[in-house]
């Protein structure tokens, strides 16, 4: 285990779901309130039914938790309160600034209109940013809008994003069931947000492979990639016994390595989902390593902290644990998520440097 206080460093969290990380006794005071029926009645087994019910190896059973999480956020007071307690948990795990991606649409069950909601969230968002500063902490957070990618409403999340786009919202985002819905569904709106200049990530690599990954970057204008991980079955390694190792890019894995794209990977999710089948099911088959040493931009994220259990923490031990990483590494990590952030230049020199520091000070 990690010879450092993990929790402790400055860190950087790109993909993180807003329905993915509710508190289990907020989840049943909120299900209470609306009248909604859980599968649990007390915190712990409601915790424990969400990550059993997540590790089932398909992306398809792990999305249907999240019937339970946004039939609880479909009020003002619900979002406000789900995104106060969301920035609370990533103070409280050390994140200094903090990309919260969740898909309106998904919110209207109650009358609520799309603007409504996006507000909702973010007075939320900066309630918690409040409480932190008050309590001597610092965080910053940013809404990345996403539209799910099996629906037609594309455009019109888009440009709700870029309504937003001075009242917190820093990208947009498309996800949902990735396989047979390629980005190229949605082609109106990222032909949209480029006239915009707005920036997008893209769910891709997760639950397709390497032409999902080129759609996300044709049709998408992709400057990340959430998840991106299937990009290893675009890469052809060869070592043998005492000679040097082989490495050959494919086209999209080359456009992918020379331009710096950020691959968001989600270490914990990514077994959960099934996303690395192909290469085995523990984490010492992740191609995180792979990735890294080949010099790709890869950053480590939480996607969903409650159906995985997890904190950005605790997937930096994972990943120390399996691999050996040291503290320059984990430096590494989140300053490759700094560069990424969707923030202005000047934000993000001031995150690098905030980490640097952090990252100083813990190694002397």
Known sequence: MAR????????????????????????????????????????????????????????????????HTTAVMQTREGLQRVAREFVHDLAEDGVIYGEIRWAPEQHLQRGLTLDEVVEAVQDGLEQGMEDVDYHGGFIRTGQLVTAMRHADRGLEIAELAVRHRNNGVVGFDIAGAEKGFLPSRHKIAFDYLASELFPVTVHAGEA?????????????????????????????????????????????????????????????????????????????????????????????NTDNRLMSGTTLTRELE??????????????????????????DLEQREELMDMISDGFAEAGE
């Open 4 to 67: 450092f206080n993990i929790q402790a460093l400055p860190k950087i969290s790109l993909h993180d779901h807003l329905d993915g990380g509710l508190r289990p006794q907020t989840i049943i005071e909120l299900a209470d309130a609306v009248g909604h029926q859980l599968p649990a009645d007390n915190a712990a087994d409601l915790k424990a039914w969400f990550e059993t019910s997540a590790n089932s190896g398909s992306l398809v059973k792990y999305l249907e938790t999240f019937d």
């Open 208 to 300: 397709d492979g390497v032409e999902s990954i080129k759609d996300a970057i044709v049709s998408g204008r992709a400057l990340r990639l959430g998840h991106g991980v299937r990009i290893i079955e675009d890469i052809l390694l060869s070592r043998s016994e005492g000679d040097a190792d082989f490495v050959e890019l494919g086209d999209v894995a080359r456009w992918v390595y020379d331009r710096g794209i950020v691959l968001e990977t989600s270490p914990s999710s990514n077994l959960q989902t099934g996303a690395i089948s192909l290469l085995g099911e523990t984490m010492a088959d992740h191609p995180f390593d792979i990735l890294y040493d080949l010099g790709f931009k890869v950053t480590v």
């Open 318 to 343: 994972l990943l120390v644990k399996t691999f050996d990483y040291g503290l320059a590494d984990l430096e590494t990590f989140q300053l490759n998520a700094a560069e990424g952030a969707f923030q």
